[in-house]
């Protein structure tokens, strides 16, 4: 993956960042329905450290909101208590069928040589 190229657009890069990690969640937690989905706070957790995030080019939210407003993320059901969080957890996000194309697709582009 070219990161020069990635890193010229940080909103493009943060968007495929939150996509891997909920796919990411999808995959490690199959069955698991309740599991397969994170809330904000969980997301920020994960790319705290992620440079787009980390330097302030892109707001978390904000992306998210794009993501959700495209159809690539969902918002998962009604919040409830999670036994394996050991809490009520908030709004959860989880990766829709058509946020998986827009993954692979990107992977796929950005891993061929110009």
Do not use: C
């Amino acid at each position: 993956m070219a990161a020069s190229s990635t890193k010229a657009d940080p909103v493009h890069a943060t968007l495929l960042a939150i996509l891997k990690q909920l796919n990411q969640a999808e995959t490690v937690h199959e069955g698991a329905t309740s599991d397969q989905a994170l809330e904000l706070p969980e997301i920020e957790r994960r790319l705290s450290d992620f440079w787009a995030i980390d330097n302030g080019s892109v707001k978390l939210g904000l992306a998210l909101g794009l993501l959700l407003r495209n159809g690539l993320v969902a918002a998962a059901g009604v919040p409830d208590y999670s036994w394996q969080r050991q809490r009520a957890v908030a709004q959860r996000y989880q990766i829709t069928p058509e946020g998986k194309k827009f993954l692979v697709a990107s992977i796929q582009t950005s891993d061929r040589i110009g």
